[in-house]
């Protein structure tokens, strides 16, 4: 229950600060080598901001895959730079953005979403409320 389990509010596990920032480092940081694939703990919430801006990925042959992961947060998800190919991100909801849940500004990445969904977004302006694909990258959902 909630009150044993600090990470727990109401039955939803929730991602503290210090395993958010781990992952954000090694989502920001070129020289961090992330296990294949980085797996999320199952069922865990990523809400409220993000102090660190989005979840920018940058390198290759990234996965990153979770059972039942939500992350809500009213900023833009995840944002992919021009080495991010062969990236595969699976099984997670993303919630709540109040711009593009996903952006790609840099040419050349390639990327996969599987069994992801998206509940409750919105675009600003011209962008999408999925993803706002101002370059020549490619994206896939399955």
Known sequence: DSMSNPHNAGGIDIMTDAENDELLYFLHNENYEPPT???ICPGITIRGRNRHGPIYINTE????????????IGGTHFTFGPH?????IRGITLMGAKSSSLTFHAHGADV?????TWIGNSGLSNGGAVADLNSTSSVSFF
């Open 84 to 88: 991010a190919r062969g990236v595969v």
């Open 61 to 72: 042959d990234t996965v990153i895959e979770c059972d039942a992961c939500i992350i809500d």
């Open 37 to 39: 694939p980085f797996t």
């Open 112 to 116: 996969t979403f599987e069994d992801c």
